[in-house]
């Protein structure tokens, strides 16, 4: 089948983000990223700046296990409406909703947020992991996020940290397991060139799929 939904999970620092712009602008597909926060904060019925302060918070409660139990479908008799919800599981909710709606309206690139784990029942996404060495992080996040310098090491551990626990708990897969993955990507190796590459490839697997159709 072809590949139609991209998602693409990366290490703080690495460039996926801007990786993801590239191969959506290229493919001439959406992007979404910012789009989710502002869906999510309307499902939730939260403001857009709350919902991006929380969106990979966790909170150790018994909606969390709620939550846990929405994701696999397992029935819940007392199920609550979403906005009753703490606001961690709003969101997460919130936003399991709205990319599931956004990945059937058609071809996209997702960023981030378990979309992967999320949509992992749909035969039409490639599921792209993206990282990088240490140093290239470090100069990423200093000269294009602003980060602060001398707490540059605290920085990755905690943003990685907190992005790797929130991944496993929701997905209760392990984050930056190529096993996860259709693609893992070295934005160190490539730089900003593997968002072509990681394009070829999926320019590459649709003309195999239309190629196939037809003959």
Same mark, same amino acid.
């Given at each position: 089948?072809?590949?139609?939904?991209?998602?693409?999970?990366?290490?703080?620092?690495?460039?996926?983000?801007?990786?993801?712009?590239?191969?959506?602008? @290229?493919?001439? %597909?959406?992007?979404?990223?910012?789009?989710?926060?502002?869906?999510?904060?309307? $499902?939730? #019925?939260?403001? &857009? =700046?709350?919902?991006?302060?929380?969106?990979?918070?966790?909170?150790?409660?018994?909606?969390?296990?709620?939550?846990?139990?929405?994701?696999?479908?397992?029935?819940?008799?007392?199920?609550?409406?979403?906005?009753?919800?703490?606001?961690?599981?709003?969101?997460?909710?919130?936003?399991?909703?709205?990319?599931?709606?956004?990945?059937?309206?058609?071809?996209?690139?997702?960023?981030?947020?378990?979309?992967?784990?999320?949509?992992?029942?749909?035969?039409?996404?490639? @599921?792209?992991? %993206?990282?990088?060495?240490?140093?290239?992080?470090?100069?990423?996040?200093?000269? $294009?996020? #602003?980060?602060? &310098? =001398?707490?540059?090491?605290?920085?990755?551990?905690?943003?990685?940290?907190?992005?790797?626990?929130?991944?496993?708990?929701?997905?209760?897969?392990?984050?930056?397991?190529?096993?996860?993955?259709?693609?893992?990507?070295?934005?160190?190796?490539?730089?900003?060139?593997?968002?072509?590459?990681?394009?070829?490839?999926?320019?590459?697997?649709?003309?195999?799929?239309?190629?196939?159709?037809?003959?």
């Amino acid at each position: 089948m072809m590949k139609k939904i991209i998602t693409i999970s990366r290490e703080y620092g690495s460039g996926g983000r801007q990786i993801g712009q590239i191969v959506a602008d @290229k493919l001439g %597909i959406p992007f979404y990223d910012r789009k989710i926060i502002e869906e999510t904060a309307k $499902e939730a #019925g939260l403001s &857009p =700046e709350f919902v991006e302060g929380h969106e990979e918070k966790l909170q150790n409660s018994f909606f969390y296990n709620f939550a846990l139990g929405a994701i696999y479908g397992l029935a819940h008799p007392d199920k609550p409406d979403i906005k009753s919800l703490p606001a961690t599981e709003r969101i997460f909710l919130a936003q399991q909703k709205v990319i599931e709606e956004l990945a059937d309206q058609g071809p996209c690139v997702i960023v981030g947020r378990c979309a992967d784990f999320i949509l992992k029942d749909r035969e039409d996404m490639m @599921k792209v992991f %993206i990282y990088a060495d240490k140093e290239t992080r470090k100069k990423r996040v200093i000269e $294009e996020y #602003g980060r602060l &310098p =001398e707490y540059i090491d605290q920085t990755l551990a905690y943003v990685d940290k907190h992005r790797k626990l929130h991944y496993e708990t929701y997905t209760t897969q392990e984050w930056g397991d190529r096993k996860n993955y259709h693609l893992m990507l070295d934005s160190t190796a490539f730089g900003m060139e593997a968002a072509p590459r990681l394009y070829a490839r999926q320019r590459k697997q649709n003309e195999c799929q239309v190629n196939k159709k037809n003959n």
